[in-house]
């Protein structure tokens, strides 16, 4: 028995503890409750047992004991998704976060990473040989569930999603069997890993390849007052619109973060914010982000050659974990002056100085890659928009209606200016199936529900935005 099981009397957790290599967390052991927390502080659920475990033969055993049992499984990466599907009540977590290693190889200019790794180890790792690939913007999201859903950020348009640098994959399926994933084996299994979600089983590691990146780049946001937002998106519509492939981009709509860069006098000003990362030489940066510099007047301007690892973890602080979070989102038609006049009249009446809306720039590299190459499906699409509530645990009540009315009318007023689709990554609990069956289309759809009738038939992996199987 592992020193973190502490079961008094015999119980049918007792056979899974002891073959776990990782521990057994039972309601009654100590650091149960700090393991079933996750980023989003409103998920308050009480699994049966939390499988801690420490490689792909915890995996297995977790697995099947589960199946056997006929329990819930959910699966925690990162247990960073704001729908909070990496636990579940009663059931198996199956809970990866002490698999965080991360072997980057140079000379192959690629890295082998575990499934509880958070984007913070990727970078760090690959970063020691000037080498990195695309991650999400914030260090303590998980790498499996970004990346299982396709996986956008700065390098993007460089280097394309998380899911086109992803050169293979180590599953453990449903039936408990391990698979290795990748364009040779598997085939069909390792194109609906690349955006399908956690649908198809563990992944225990996944090898991605790596690209010179940094270590010094030319990143940081400028910050303008919310007075100047009609102006700066309609600026920022053109600018991104020529924006070469190097050029990462990401709007905020909110108010100035509170970090300590920042002049005090600016903490929590409405203001809209550009972040910029430039993925190549810091000159050829410097001059692709004139222009938005010289831009108005901005109240603050970080922008400045700045290591590619301190530049990824920069706003870890602004979305700690255990506030409350609930999020709508959409992909966008484009920015019309009519949906920049939404975005102008929305983003500022949230009541919490949290709370935002933040908005990816896409096209570049992701755009090239035929639409069907992955189950990823919003190829097409340029920009899509996150509007993000926040509210602090002793703030529920009022605060949490005010602030989710706040985003579900945000997203409503948007509705004429909605491409189809939605990124899986950014759903929220109450999107119902409808809403996954928007995230992949029809077609794309269809195809993950014939790999999901192959590799779970029962859908034993359903705590997820779920697929079902045909
Ligand atoms: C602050 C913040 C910033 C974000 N920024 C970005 C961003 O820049 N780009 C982006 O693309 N997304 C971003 N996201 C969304 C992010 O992609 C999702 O929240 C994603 O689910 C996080 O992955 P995770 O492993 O932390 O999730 P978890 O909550 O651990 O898991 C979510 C689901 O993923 C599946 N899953 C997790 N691990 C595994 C595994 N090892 N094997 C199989 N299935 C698994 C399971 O179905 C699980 O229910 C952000 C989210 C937050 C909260």
Same mark, same amino acid.
């Given at each position: 028995m592992t020193a973190i099981q502490t079961a008094k009397a015999p119980t049918a957790f007792d056979e899974l503890g002891g073959s776990l290599r990782g521990g057994l967390l039972r309601p009654t052991s100590p650091g149960y409750d700090t393991a079933r927390r996750i980023w989003n502080g409103v998920i308050d659920r009480r699994p049966a047992c939390i499988a801690r475990c420490a490689g792909v033969a915890d995996v297995v055993e977790a697995v099947r004991y589960a199946r056997d049992h006929d329990l819930e499984i959910a699966v925690r990466g990162g247990g960073h998704n704001v729908a909070g599907t990496a636990v579940c009540d009663d059931g198996v977590v199956i809970d990866? &976060?002490?698999?965080r290693a991360v072997w980057a190889d140079p000379a192959r200019r690629t890295a082998w990473v575990q499934g509880g790794a958070l984007w913070g180890d990727v970078d760090r790792e690959t970063q020691a040989h000037g080498l990195a690939t695309t991650g999400g913007i914030v260090g303590h999201t998980g790498v499996a569930g970004l990346t299982l859903g396709g996986g956008i950020g700065f390098l993007m348009r460089k280097h394309g999603l998380a899911v086109d640098n992803l050169l293979a994959a180590e599953v453990v399926t449903a039936d408990g069997t391990i698979v290795q994933a990748s364009a040779d084996e598997h085939s069909d299994l390792f194109w609906a890993l690349r955006g399908g979600g956690g649908n198809f089983g563990v992944v225990t590691s996944f090898r991605f390849s790596l690209h010179p990146v940094g270590p010094t780049v030319m990143a940081g946001p400028v910050f303008w007052a919310a007075d100047d937002t009609t102006d700066v998106l309609r600026f920022y519509r053109d600018f991104a619109a020529e924006a070469p492939d190097e050029l990462g981009s990401v709007v905020r709509v909110g108010t100035v973060p509170p970090l300590p860069v920042i002049p005090e006098d600016l903490h929590w000003r409405p203001a809209i914010a550009v972040a910029c990362c430039y993925t190549g030489a810091v000159r050829d940066g410097e001059r692709a982000v004139r222009a938005l510099r010289r831009f108005g007047t901005p109240l603050v301007d970080l922008l400045a050659p700045t290591p590619y690892v301190a530049f990824q973890g920069g706003i870890d602080d602004t979305v700690l974990h255990g506030w409350h979070y609930y999020w709508k989102a959409t992909n966008l038609a484009g920015f019309s002056d009519d949906a920049i006049a939404v975005i102008a009249d929305h983003a500022y009446a949230a009541g919490s100085p949290r709370s935002c809306a933040v908005m990816f720039h896409l096209g570049g590299a992701v755009a090239r890659v035929p639409h069907n190459t992955t189950a990823y499906a919003g190829r097409d699409v340029a920009h899509n928009i996150v509007i993000e509530a926040v509210w602090l645990p002793d703030e529920s009540g009022e605060h949490a209606a005010a602030e989710t009315t706040w985003a579900r009318r945000f997203l409503h007023a948007l509705q004429p200016h909605r491409a189809g689709?939605?990124?899986?990554?950014?759903?929220? &609990?109450?999107?119902? &199936?409808s809403r996954v069956r928007e995230a992949y289309g029809d077609q794309i759809y269809r195809r993950l529900a014939e790999v999901k009738a192959k590799y779970d038939p029962d859908n034993a992996?359903?705590?997820?935005k779920n697929i079902q199987p045909v």
């Open positions: 990866l &976060s002490a698999m689709g939605v990124y899986v990554n950014f759903l929220d &609990s109450d999107d119902d &199936s992996f359903h705590h997820n």
